[in-house]
C-alpha cells in the first residue's frame, strides 16, 4: 500500500487524506484538526484554504449541517482502491497459509523421500523460516538434472541478489548468503534460501528435485559447500 504523500495533486491528496480518515462523513472542524493536528499536512489557516478549494473544485460536497463527503466520482475512485486493497490482502494472507500449510506437511510426513532427504540437511527451525520468504524474490535460471545444474537467484532486502548454483558434475553448492558462509557451510547443512529452493523445486517436479537432494546425500563427503 502507497501511502507516499502526494502533496503537488489536490485530487490524490484529498483521496490520501479519505483513505486514512475511512470515514464517509466529516465536519469541517474536524477535518482541519485531522489534517493539522493528526496528520500534520498542513497549518489550520493553509487546513481551511485546501478545504475551501476543494469544495470550489467538486472534490468534495458540504451539507446545511456543515459536514463534508466526497465528491461521487472520488467516492467510486475510493471504493475501487478499497477493493483492491481488500484482493491484495485476501491473496497475501491465503499465500501464507499456504506457505504454512507446506511446512506443516513438511514436518508431519515421514513418508516422503524428498521430505526425508531435505530434513537430513536441515538444522532444527530452518524449515519454518522458510515461511518469511517470498516465492517472487526466487528466479530458477536453471533446473536440469541431466545436467546436474540448479541456478537460481533470490532479491531479498539487498541491492545484489543471493546466487544459487548447484552441480552435481562439480559436486559443489555455491551460495552466498551470510548465514550459509558463516555457519551452514561448513557443517554442509542448509539455509532457509536453499531449504526454500528446494520447496519450490519440488512443486515443479519432485522426482527431479529428490534426485538432486539424493545425489548431495550418497556423496556428501565429496561435495563443496562454498560461497
Known amino acids: 500500500m502507497n501511502f507516499a504523500i502526494p502533496r503537488n495533486n489536490q485530487t490524490d491528496l484529498v483521496l490520501y487524506i479519505w483513505k486514512i480518515i475511512d470515514i464517509p462523513h466529516i465536519t469541517v472542524k474536524d477535518l482541519v484538526y485531522t489534517i493539522s493536528f493528526e496528520l500534520f499536512l498542513l497549518s489550520p489557516q493553509k487546513a481551511k484554504e485546501f478545504i475551501q478549494n476543494s469544495i470550489e473544485n467538486k472534490l468534495l460536497e458540504i451539507d446545511e449541517h456543515d459536514t463534508l463527503s466526497l465528491s461521487q466520482n472520488l467516492n467510486k475512485k475510493l471504493q ?20 504454512i500449510r507446506a511446512v506443516n506437511n513438511f514436518e508431519t510426513d515421514k513418508s516422503s523421500n524428498f521430505n526425508i532427504l531435505l530434513k537430513a540437511f536441515l538444522d532444527k527451525g ?60 561448513e557443517n554442509k547443512k542448509f539455509c532457509k534460501h536453499l531449504a526454500k529452493l ?30
Open 80 to 99: 475501487n482502491w478499497q477493493l483492491e486493497r481488500k484482493e491484495t490482502i485476501l491473496s497475501k494472507i491465503a499465500i501464507a497459509q499456504r506457505k
Open 126 to 185: 530452518t524449515i519454518n523460516k522458510t515461511v518469511s520468504i517470498s516465492e517472487e524474490d526466487f528466479t530458477i535460471n536453471e533446473f536440469n538434472f541431466e545436467k546436474g545444474s540448479i541456478k537460481a537467484e533470490y532479491l531479498g532486502s539487498k541491492k545484489e541478489p543471493y546466487i544459487i548454483e548447484i552441480n552435481t558434475k562439480n559436486q559443489k553448492i555455491n551460495h552466498n548468503c551470510h548465514d550459509f558462509q558463516t555457519r551452514r557451510s
Open 198 to 227: 528446494f520447496l519450490l523445486l519440488k512443486e515443479k517436479d519432485e522426482v527431479s528435485a529428490t534426485n538432486f537432494l539424493s545425489e548431495i546425500a550418497e556423496n556428501i563427503n565429496k561435495w563443496e559447500f562454498i560461497s
